[in-house]
């Protein structure tokens, strides 16, 4: 519809971005375009110029991702880590079966009914752990801060700043609507009825890059959420034409222009770059802005990010 009202920009190039359960959200979304940009062929319609798909500290594939969890807390990556000690890392091991079990059947039978269950039990063994810690799963580096459980004051802050009266008036919010709040108990527990969390987006990503689409991963390495560890093993697990050739590509540094540091580690073949970011946590341009603008910046004009 933008597109259509705006015609100047409909052949512009069109990027979709997102992060954290953008994981699931935004392959879906690729995948709606590809199939109507197919359909807008074989009609003479207009056709969105879709050049590339960027996720940030994505969920995913939850059954890797979970598995990893154990992997990202009990090893030495950097002074923050290992997070747990080793009694709890063993029950992390010896749980894990089980939890892939039931990801097993909510992958093969993708309902409310064999996936609810999946997601509880892997959240409560692989996931669960980490909420003893008082740490911040979002960034390893601090402590949870504040009482909404997201673990940022500066959270609590915008959801004042939002339900000022005039800030109210000025975005011309429904009358109905009671108030904003960051993150909604409700609605995320109707959400999660749907057993949504627990599906498998990768073949999505697959999709994507088979209809020639460029992804990027970026990943904050400080995360404990959506980790790099279990990231980069879903996209080392993934099934695409490329997978041979990316799962042997070498890792090379990425040195910021902004700052000129080695600011983390690239991986790349074909239309699949996975990045990881030194010294930031699930929302990377907010712990690292220069660094973030500079790739973010050098992904759009098509520039490799490799040194």
Not at 36 to 64: C, D, Q, R, V
Not at 138 to 160: F, P, T, V, W
């Amino acid at each position: 519809l933008f597109l259509d009202e705006y015609k100047k920009y409909a052949n512009s190039p069109f990027h979709i971005s997102g992060e954290s359960y953008a994981g699931h959200y935004l392959p879906a979304i690729s995948s709606e375009i590809i199939n109507n940009n197919k359909e807008a062929t074989e009609k003479g319609l207009l056709k969105i110029n879709y050049k590339s798909m960027l996720i940030g500290n994505g969920w995913t594939n939850p059954k890797i991702q979970f598995k990893e969890y154990e992997t990202y807390g009990c090893t030495n990556y950097s002074k923050y880590q290992p997070i747990f000690n080793e009694t709890t890392c063993k029950d992390m091991e010896v749980t894990y079966p089980r939890c892939e079990s039931l990801m097993n059947a909510c992958y093969r039978f993708p309902t409310s009914l064999t996936c609810i269950p999946a997601g509880l039990y892997c959240e409560s063994r692989q996931a669960g752990p980490f909420e003893q810690t008082g740490l911040n799963p979002y960034d390893i580096r601090m402590k949870c801060e504040g009482d909404s459980g997201l673990c940022y004051n500066l959270i609590e802050a915008i959801q004042d700043y939002a339900n000022k009266p005039e800030v109210i008036s000025n975005l011309g919010v429904d009358p109905e609507v009671e108030k904003y709040e960051s993150c909604s108990n409700s609605v995320g527990y109707r959400f999660g009825t749907t057993g949504d969390n627990s599906f498998d987006y990768s073949p999505k990503v697959a999709e994507t890059l088979e209809a020639g689409v460029r992804v990027l991963l970026y990943v904050g390495d400080m995360d404990w959420i959506c980790n790099w560890v279990g990231n980069l093993a879903w996209s080392l697990e993934m099934k695409w034409s490329g997978q041979e050739g990316y799962n042997a590509a070498p890792t090379e540094p990425w040195y910021s222009d902004l700052t000129g540091k080695h600011a983390g580690d690239v991986r790349s073949f074909g239309k699949l770059t996975f990045l990881k970011i030194f010294e930031a946590g699930h929302m990377v341009p907010f712990d690292q802005p220069e660094n973030a603008l500079d790739f973010f910046n050098k992904w759009l004009n098509e520039l490799p990010l490799a040194n």
